[in-house]
């Protein structure tokens, strides 16, 4: 039988939600945490919960986290359902004109290297001259200022990836 909406989380054993919600971010702790808050009365509970268990991720989870995400512009690969959601997420910087590869490229490396982690936005819903301008503007911060961002934005998609599944 195949499960819809809220009942793919609800319903779903355990394994196969804690898939689910793995594949909206690669947090073992969190995902454990919101199949143990299970059944949820409306998709709306259901987000808000996940919502409000991402707020006390850990750096380490965040680092973790972060490193299941390719680079904006570099086309995601893998049959993990997680590089499905960067795939459908990223259209907006599918073929884009050279010079803005380039410069997604050029500022892709100069945050890794000013950073140490990859530049992560949420790019559901944005063009891909907004990302790129966000990319531009995000590296002059300082380091403390874009893990904030980072993990903002870490949350953001995992929220909106669940708000997908559960659609
Ligand atoms: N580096 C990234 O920002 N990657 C991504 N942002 C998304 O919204 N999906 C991704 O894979």
């Excluded at 995902?31 to 808050?37: F, K």
């Excluded at 499905?84 to 490396?109: I, K, M």
Aim: aromatic share 4%.
């Amino acid at each position: 039988m195949t499960l819809t909406g809220l009942a793919r989380l609800n319903e779903a054993d355990a394994r196969e939600a804690r898939a689910l919600l793995l594949a909206c971010a690669a947090v073992p702790r969190w995902a454990e945490q919101i199949v143990q808050g299970r059944p949820y009365a409306d998709v709306e509970t259901a987000l808000t919960a996940a919502r409000a268990a991402a707020r006390p991720w850990s750096e380490e989870e965040v680092d973790a986290a972060l490193a299941r995400h390719p680079r904006i512009g570099e086309r995601p690969q893998g049959a993990d359902a997680d590089a499905a959601h960067s795939r459908r997420e990223q259209a907006a910087v599918d073929g884009v004109d050279p010079e803005t590869a380039r410069r997604l490229r050029e500022g892709n490396a100069a945050y890794e290297e000013r950073f140490g982690h990859v530049f992560l936005i949420r790019a559901a819903g944005r063009s891909a001259a907004e990302i790129l301008a966000a990319l531009e503007e995000r590296l002059t911060h300082d380091p403390a200022t874009e893990r904030r961002i980072a993990a903002e934005q870490l949350r953001e998609i995992a929220v909106l990836r669940l708000q997908k599944e559960l659609a």
